[in-house]
Every structure is written in C-alpha cells, then in structure tokens.
C-alpha cells in the first residue's frame, strides 16, 4: 500500500504561482511514475503532469510552459510547480501513483483556487 498526502493548494490571483508537493509513505519503493490530476467543478479529472521514476516527464497541453513538476526520489515527493496561473486552472488537484504492478493510488486532494 502506498499512501499520499498533498500540500500546498489555496487561492492565488491570476498570474501567480503555487507549489504543490505530494508526499509518498508506504511502500513507497514500489512507485514507478508519480503525477498530478485535477478535476473542476462539472468536469471530468483530466491529466496535469506525470513524471517517471527516471525523471522523464509529460504535460497536458494547457499547462506546458507554465507548470514544472519535478520529483525528490530520496524524499519520495513529487512537487508541482505552478505559474502564469489562470481562473481556468482552478480545480481540486490530486497526487497519483502508479507502481510497477499498474496499480494507481491517489492523494486526498488539494483544493487550488485562481481568483480573476
């Protein structure tokens, strides 16, 4: 079992930033890809980020250039920094890890709010 704790959501005004981190406790040796979801209100959870064990990374297309995620394996956390922030990044933000057997867990959810 692997367990996640997120951190670091609130309310920002458009244009600034935020920082996630997602820490992993657990069997947390058994984590292969970690990453970042989020779901606003009516709309389905869709994919942020997601980054490899060996740090190869993908972006949703309506982050890129704005959001960097980045993982600290020796401290099992992955961060999500993010910039440029636009009322339509609001959203509950889930951490999400995949270990080598492809089973997911999930984070209680991180709620981040961007004020117009």
């Known amino acids: 079992q692997v367990r996640l704790v997120e951190s670091g959501g609130g309310l920002v005004q458009a244009g600034g930033s935020l920082r996630l981190s997602c820490a992993a406790s657990?069997?947390?040796?058994?984590?292969?890809?970690m990453g970042w979801y989020r779901q606003a209100p009516g709309k389905q959870r869709e994919l942020v980020a997601i980054i490899s064990n060996g740090g190869s990374t993908n972006y949703a297309g309506s982050v890129k250039g704005r959001f960097t995620i980045s993982r600290d394996n020796a401290k099992n956390t992955v961060y999500l920094q993010m910039n440029s922030l636009k009322p339509e990044d609001t959203a509950v933000y889930y951490c999400?890890?995949?270990?080598?057997?492809?089973?997911?867990?999930w984070g209680q959810g991180t709620q981040v709010t961007v004020s117009s």
């Open positions: 657990g069997n947390s040796l058994s984590i292969n890809v």
């Open positions: 999400n890890a995949v270990n080598y057997a492809l089973a997911h867990y």
